[in-house]
């Protein structure tokens, strides 16, 4: 008997060593295959959520456009340094984009998770009633949030 | 003699279907960690930047949530960690925002494995969303991750 599979154990029969073989073989490829399909179906799975529903909850954006001095009114001015853009890479990205925008009105919308959003709202107050408005470089910026 | 045989041949079914069965569960497990090990990878490559963030709450002990002390362990497991919360990522300039009782004291550039690392490890419970207060020298941090 080959001591593995069932057929030899009940039949008491001496197992032929190329069925032996090609027993250890399904087993392997069944092992494999079922590695693969496992992470298919979950790479697959959550592939798709990512896609509809973004990685931290809904997709929001970030909307950054400049103003200028006369519009600051009795606004509060956070003034940003280049250790912020550098912590805070949405907004580095929403600021840059925004400064080259060749239209008169220069604005931008960078995509950002929730989380995203929550540190930028607690650390420069961008999704609140009266957001401040931030200042890099001798421009300001007037900041908000869109939510799909 | 056949009499004799059954009771070692059902023994070695058994042992079969026990071994193809175990055999089963560590393919899943692992096809569910080379689904991981493939995320982080797509991720890696698709130009996103993630990010470490830590939230002080006020000097009182909170009221709802764990309470886990960091130790030195914590800060050698995780640099970021230790930069943001006493080195050089400590951002004092973007704590004029906020509310009065939690501000963002700094993030860090971290790796998405990184990333998925301290959430596993400081992250909300998976059951409850609640996350943990981590505690050093008295203050109380909450981290949280990126993953864009």
Redo the contacts between chains.
């Keep these: 008997?080959c001591?593995?599979?069932?057929v030899c154990?009940?039949t008491?029969e001496n197992c032929m060593e190329p069925d032996k073989k090609r027993l250890i073989i399904i087993?392997i490829i069944a092992?494999?295959g079922?590695?693969?399909?496992?992470?298919?179906?979950?790479?697959g799975f959550?592939?798709i959520v990512t896609l509809v529903t973004g990685?931290?909850g809904l997709p929001q954006e970030l909307d950054v456009r400049v103003v200028g001095e006369e519009d600051l009114q009795n606004a509060s001015v956070?003034h940003l340094?280049d250790?912020?853009l550098q912590?805070?890479?949405?907004l580095a990205t929403a600021i840059r984009k925004a400064g080259s925008d060749s239209n008169v009105l220069k604005y931008a919308t960078v995509?950002?998770?929730g989380?995203?959003c929550?540190?930028l709202t607690?650390?420069?107050?961008v999704y609140t009633r009266n957001a401040?408005i931030l200042e890099y470089d001798g421009v300001y910026y007037a900041t908000r949030v869109l939510l799909h | 003699m056949e009499e004799g045989k059954k009771p070692g041949n059902r023994l070695r079914t058994a042992g079969f279907v026990v071994a193809c069965v175990l055999a089963g569960i560590v393919a899943v497990a692992l096809g569910l960690m080379l689904a991981d090990a493939l995320l982080i990878y797509a991720m890696e490559g698709s130009g996103g930047q993630p990010m470490l963030y830590v939230m002080e709450g006020a000097d009182v002990q909170p009221e709802w949530g764990m309470v886990v002390p960091l130790t030195e362990q914590d800060f050698a497991d995780h640099p970021a960690l230790d930069a943001v919360i006493r080195g050089e990522e400590r951002n004092p300039s973007a704590w004029e925002w906020g509310s009065g009782d939690r501000r963002f004291i700094g993030g860090a550039n971290v790796s998405y494995a990184e990333s998925r690392a301290l959430q596993d490890a400081y992250g909300p419970d998976r059951e409850t969303w609640v996350y943990p207060h981590l505690e050093y020298e008295g203050a109380y941090y909450l981290v949280v991750t990126t993953w864009p």
């Design positions: 008997m001591g593995i599979c069932p154990a009940e008491g087993g092992f494999i079922i590695i693969v399909l496992v992470a298919a179906v979950v790479f959550t592939t990685v931290d956070i340094t250790r912020d912590q805070h890479p949405v995509p950002m998770t989380a995203e929550l540190v607690e650390s420069f107050g401040p």
